[in-house]
């Protein structure tokens, strides 16, 4: 596993991005991570944790100007990158690691 791992949040970010059909903006981003999760989801955290990603270089971005199909503003279209998939993947491996062989029906507390 790489040094720099991906918490929850990051995952999910990434995740999303996915589902919408591999390019979106932080607004349908919250929209639909508020509706899998059932939890509110603050378009800032997502926007921060956009920006990280960006920064470990596994998301690119890129700003959209206003349109004649009645766009107001810019908007920042995020999209995965070869290197956001594969860390989702690693993530995913060593998630199922993690799981593999626990009885989940056990009594909370033992082994």
């Known amino acids: 596993m790489t040094r720099h791992g991906l918490g929850e949040f990051e995952q999910q970010v990434l995740l999303t991005i996915l589902r919408l059909g591999g390019e979106a903006y932080s607004v349908p981003m919250v929209v639909e991570m508020e509706q899998r999760s059932g939890r509110d989801v603050s378009q800032a955290a997502v926007y921060i944790a956009l920006r990280r990603l960006e920064d470990k270089k596994l998301v690119a971005s890129r700003m959209v100007g206003p349109t004649a199909t009645g766009n107001a503003k810019e908007r920042r ?18 998630m199922n690691r993690f799981w593999e062989g626990l009885d989940t029906g056990a009594e909370e507390g033992t082994r």
Not at 77 to 94: H, Q, S
């Open 77 to 94: 279209y995020f999209k995965v990158n070869a290197a956001g998939r594969e860390r989702l993947e690693e993530c995913r491996r060593t």
